[in-house]
């Protein structure tokens, strides 16, 4: 049998480390028909590497980029030199196997990551299905550039995009991460990942999604991802499952139908969930998270500024904003809101909007992360936006270093400043630079939750500590 290593070079540990879901899925899927192993770069770097290829004599390898920059503009850490670095050239010295690239990174800059990476194949967007038509493609000597999402080294001619995919519905998307990495140092501050469906068909200017996971809505059975989550909790015990659609409550009877299906299991599971879409709240859907074991969400309408949610391609209104928030303060859901200022249009009057929303409906106990700067990708709406207003020429690679749109109305001093005024007068809003908690906070964190045997969100904990440490700051300050 025909041997693959995929690997996983993502090695950032911030806010967490995460589970290579992705890379876990293709394994599942390849397994029986090829031999397959991951190699886990998010702890050892790429120390080990060569010899676990040295050891295991793949046929193929696939790396995933799954980070090119953390976009946050003050920071601004670029991943794709080290992942070349340390990852890819160290396997292209030693061995002369096809490099095979794919990840949500570079699915987003494609031609650019296979040039710099010299790599012999890639694929653009998920990769269960096109994986498997590629080394078999490989395996009878074609050439497989005519497969859609496929570029190969002598076809790098862009722009060659993200093309919907058949999937063979219902998908199998099971990842059986644990028996592919080491589940335990995720076990601390992380979480077992779960994809409940791939697309996106909202239009939001600045947003990827679409681009990696296509435009619409394929979703997995929910009794699929109830089995999926029973079996990982026998086999893990106590962990926090996430769900990393891009956003869970779209289309709204899914989420019902996977909460009902974890209800009448009777799973006793805890659960978290990044974006919800004010769109389709309603007292039902809580009710039914709140009882099949949601402990937190992520709340990310970006503005609340009526202007801004059409200027941003929302596609919701304010008033769905607002009842999403009542609906978060009623069930006592806690929750993690985040906003992006400095989009098209945005002025001072649009900023304030939005921290008047934030006084009058969004809890002193949950945290809001204020994002000022919209990173601009290849063939989003805000790229168009930007070219039109000449921001740089067409042809301009936006891989490195990474561009910033900040509106006309507002420069990046300005809107600098309005929010770090704003963080000092709210001690639970945080800037961009500052969310990732310093190792001491992090450590307290830890050693309050084992010795109160805590159970609330980690974000509540260090939150608490930071307005702690705000407030001794302060007072040494007025001694
Ligand atoms: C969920 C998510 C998160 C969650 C993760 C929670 C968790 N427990 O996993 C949280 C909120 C923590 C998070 C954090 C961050 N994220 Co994030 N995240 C996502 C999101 C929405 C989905 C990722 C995911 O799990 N998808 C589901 C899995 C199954 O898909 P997949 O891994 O992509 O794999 C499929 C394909 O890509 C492909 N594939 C994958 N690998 C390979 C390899 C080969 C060889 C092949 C052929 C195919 C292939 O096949 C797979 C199956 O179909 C993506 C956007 C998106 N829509 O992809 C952003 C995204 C990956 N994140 C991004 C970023 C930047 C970050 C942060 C750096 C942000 C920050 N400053 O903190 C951190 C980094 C965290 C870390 N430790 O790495 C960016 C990366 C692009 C960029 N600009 O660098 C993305 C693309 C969003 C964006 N801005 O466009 N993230």
Redesign the pocket.
Same mark, same amino acid.
Request: proline share 6%; glycine share 6%; with cysteine.
């Given at each position: 049998m025909k041997k693959i290593l995929?690997v996983n070079t993502?090695t950032?540990?911030?806010?967490?480390?995460?589970?290579?879901?992705?890379?876990c899925?293709?394994a599942s899927r390849l397994e029986g028909k090829y031999e397959m192993q991951i190699y886990d770069g998010v702890f050892p770097g790429g120390t080990n590497l060569v010899d676990t290829v040295q050891r295991f004599k793949p046929d193929y390898i @696939?790396?995933?980029?799954?980070?090119?920059?953390?976009?946050?503009a003050d920071r601004q850490v670029f991943?794709v030199n080290a992942i070349i670095r340390d990852f890819i050239e160290p396997v292209k010295k030693a061995t002369s196997i096809p490099v095979?690239? @794919?990840?949500?990174?570079?699915?987003?800059f494609p031609e650019e990551l296979m040039k710099l990476a010299k790599a012999d194949y @890639?694929?653009i967007?998920? @990769?269960?299905e096109?994986?498997p038509e590629?080394v078999d493609e490989l395996e009878k000597g074609n050439d497989p550039s005519y497969i859609p999402n496929v570029l190969t080294a002598n076809s790098v001619k862009g722009p060659k995009k993200s093309i919907k995919l058949k999937h063979h519905e219902p998908w199998n998307?099971f &990842?059986k991460i644990d028996k592919w990495v080491d589940f335990s140092p995720y076990r601390k501050r &992380?979480?077992?990942?779960i994809?409940t469906k791939?697309g996106?068909s909202h239009g939001c200017v600045y947003? !990827?999604?679409p681009l990696?996971?296509g435009k619409d809505f394929i979703t997995r059975k929910a009794s699929e991802i109830a089995d999926e989550i029973c079996e990982a909790k026998e086999r893990l015990g106590d962990v926090t499952f996430?769900f990393?659609?891009?956003t869970f409550n779209d289309p709204e009877y899914h989420a019902e139908n996977i909460c009902s299906e974890i209800i009448k299991r009777k799973l006793k599971v805890r659960l978290r969930t990044?974006g919800i879409n004010p769109m389709h709240t309603s007292d039902k859907l809580f009710e039914l998270m709140i009882e099949a074991g949601f402990a937190q969400i992520?709340a990310t309408p970006d503005t609340a500024s009526e202007i801004m949610l059409k200027n941003m391609g929302k596609g919701f209104n304010l008033k769905e904003v607002k009842k999403m928030a009542t609906l978060i303060r009623k069930f006592e859901l806690p929750t993690m809101w985040f906003f992006l200022f400095g989009g098209p249009g945005e002025d001072m009057n649009t900023f304030q909007e939005t921290i008047d929303f934030i006084d009058q409906y969004v809890s002193a106990d949950d945290l809001v992360y204020m994002t000022a700067g919209l990173?601009i990708?290849p063939g989003t709406p805000l790229y168009t936006i930007a070219l039109k207003e000449k921001r740089f020429s067409k042809g301009k690679s936006l891989l490195y270093p990474?561009y910033f749109y900040y509106s006309e109305k507002l420069n990046k001093e300005s809107l600098d400043g309005l929010i770090r005024k704003a963080e000092l007068q709210r001690p639970n809003c945080i800037p961009?630079l500052e !969310?990732?908690p310093p190792a001491a906070m992090i450590a307290e964190a830890m050693e309050q939750r084992i010795a109160g045997n805590l159970t609330e969100p980690m974000f509540r904990t260090l939150l608490r500590i930071r307005k702690d440490w705000m407030a001794k700051e302060k007072q040494h300050h007025l001694r």
């Amino acid at each position: 049998m025909k041997k693959i290593l995929l690997v996983n070079t993502n090695t950032e540990h911030a806010p967490y480390p995460v589970p290579p879901v992705g890379l876990c899925m293709l394994a599942s899927r390849l397994e029986g028909k090829y031999e397959m192993q991951i190699y886990d770069g998010v702890f050892p770097g790429g120390t080990n590497l060569v010899d676990t290829v040295q050891r295991f004599k793949p046929d193929y390898i @696939g790396f995933s980029i799954r980070n090119i920059d953390d976009v946050v503009a003050d920071r601004q850490v670029f991943y794709v030199n080290a992942i070349i670095r340390d990852f890819i050239e160290p396997v292209k010295k030693a061995t002369s196997i096809p490099v095979i690239l @794919g990840g949500s990174g570079f699915s987003i800059f494609p031609e650019e990551l296979m040039k710099l990476a010299k790599a012999d194949y @890639g694929i653009i967007g998920e @990769g269960i299905e096109v994986f498997p038509e590629l080394v078999d493609e490989l395996e009878k000597g074609n050439d497989p550039s005519y497969i859609p999402n496929v570029l190969t080294a002598n076809s790098v001619k862009g722009p060659k995009k993200s093309i919907k995919l058949k999937h063979h519905e219902p998908w199998n998307g099971f &990842s059986k991460i644990d028996k592919w990495v080491d589940f335990s140092p995720y076990r601390k501050r &992380s979480a077992y990942p779960i994809q409940t469906k791939r697309g996106c068909s909202h239009g939001c200017v600045y947003c !990827t999604y679409p681009l990696i996971e296509g435009k619409d809505f394929i979703t997995r059975k929910a009794s699929e991802i109830a089995d999926e989550i029973c079996e990982a909790k026998e086999r893990l015990g106590d962990v926090t499952f996430e769900f990393v659609d891009s956003t869970f409550n779209d289309p709204e009877y899914h989420a019902e139908n996977i909460c009902s299906e974890i209800i009448k299991r009777k799973l006793k599971v805890r659960l978290r969930t990044m974006g919800i879409n004010p769109m389709h709240t309603s007292d039902k859907l809580f009710e039914l998270m709140i009882e099949a074991g949601f402990a937190q969400i992520d709340a990310t309408p970006d503005t609340a500024s009526e202007i801004m949610l059409k200027n941003m391609g929302k596609g919701f209104n304010l008033k769905e904003v607002k009842k999403m928030a009542t609906l978060i303060r009623k069930f006592e859901l806690p929750t993690m809101w985040f906003f992006l200022f400095g989009g098209p249009g945005e002025d001072m009057n649009t900023f304030q909007e939005t921290i008047d929303f934030i006084d009058q409906y969004v809890s002193a106990d949950d945290l809001v992360y204020m994002t000022a700067g919209l990173r601009i990708y290849p063939g989003t709406p805000l790229y168009t936006i930007a070219l039109k207003e000449k921001r740089f020429s067409k042809g301009k690679s936006l891989l490195y270093p990474p561009y910033f749109y900040y509106s006309e109305k507002l420069n990046k001093e300005s809107l600098d400043g309005l929010i770090r005024k704003a963080e000092l007068q709210r001690p639970n809003c945080i800037p961009a630079l500052e !969310t990732h908690p310093p190792a001491a906070m992090i450590a307290e964190a830890m050693e309050q939750r084992i010795a109160g045997n805590l159970t609330e969100p980690m974000f509540r904990t260090l939150l608490r500590i930071r307005k702690d440490w705000m407030a001794k700051e302060k007072q040494h300050h007025l001694r």
